[in-house]
């Protein structure tokens, strides 16, 4: 007896949701505490580098449970196909069409919604780890930089090198608007987000600053060689994790800023960045107008 643990995330042309995947967590660690012998197998396009749905010897199997979702298309069929000298259950999914065969092709249904009634979904109760909740600010391409700009290569860099640290991602827009719901409409909404987050990691300037002044340290990256004035505010504000527009393409100068801005230390000079400071630029400006024509 063995059982294959499958779901939306197992389909190549599926869809991995976060749900789905803590429900199929769930019923493994249920299978494992019963003793019983079970794989998980996902979407090569989800997790390459675990067992692929695709490549699985349905010989192997004795029994398949088909984790979360709704219970339609012909993905499912499929799987009534492949594995029907299989015992066949669908625990945790929804039910909207009784009849239709990717339903009927199950021995058994356990769903968590049928005829308007529901059951709690597998996810609520799954342990999770917390990890780092990180904002990424990046800069549009501005003019004026000539050859030094290297937004392109940066961001390439950025994005790429973030897509594998193990953390919490959420894309940040610094645009204010007040007829889109995907932005915020004032800078106060903005700053609220920011004081939520672990760390930001950011090629803009007023990413930096607005990072500092909500006491989150901000691993920042210049997308302009030679320095503009990404460095220039760095060093301006005395912070230390900067990395270079020749050195954003370098993945181990980006894991030493991110554990430094990970760690106690980092968080420390962030809170001491974040308290008032006395701005030069509004003293020059009072001292220009007195100085000035009287108002």
């Known amino acids: 007896m063995r059982a294959l643990v499958i779901g939306w995330a197992s389909f190549r042309h599926g869809e991995a949701t976060a749900g789905d995947v803590l429900g199929m967590r769930r019923i493994a660690d249920a299978l494992a505490t019963g003793g019983l012998p079970h794989d998980l197998a996902w979407s090569p396009a989800h997790r390459p580098e675990e067992l692929s749905y695709e490549s699985v010897d349905p010989a192997r199997y004795s029994h398949v449970v088909f984790v979360g979702g709704n219970l339609h298309g012909w993905q499912i069929r499929e799987v009534h196909r492949r594995f029907a000298h299989c015992w066949r259950v669908a625990v945790g999914v929804s039910v909207t069409s009784p009849q239709d065969d990717a339903v009927t092709g199950f021995d058994q249904v356990l769903a968590r919604d049928h005829d308007g009634i529901g059951v709690p979904d597998l996810s609520i109760d799954v342990p999770t780890d917390q990890v780092l ?163």
Not at 161 to 180: E, F, H, Q, Y
Not at 260 to 265: A, E, L
């Open 133 to 295: 909740v990180t904002g990424v600010i990046l800069a549009p391409e501005q003019r004026g930089h000539g050859h030094s700009a290297r937004y392109a290569e940066v961001h390439d860099s950025v994005t790429e090198w973030i897509a594998g640290v193990n953390c919490a991602r959420v894309p940040l827009d610094m645009r204010l608007a007040a007829s889109n719901w995907e932005r915020c409409e004032t800078p106060d909404q903005f700053t609220s987000i920011l004081s939520h987050l672990d760390v930001v990691v950011t090629t803009r300037l007023h990413g930096l600053v607005l990072s500092l002044r909500a006491g989150v340290p901000a691993l920042v990256v210049d997308p302009i060689a030679g320095g503009g004035k990404v460095t220039a505010q760095a060093d301006a504000l005395g912070w230390p994790a900067l990395v270079p527009a020749e050195e954003a393409t370098e993945p181990e100068a980006l894991d030493s800023w991110w554990r430094w801005c990970s760690s106690i230390q980092g968080r420390a000079v962030a809170a001491l960045r974040a308290l008032p400071t006395d701005n030069g630029l509004v003293r020059d400006m009072v001292k220009a107008l007195k100085t000035g024509p009287v108002l």
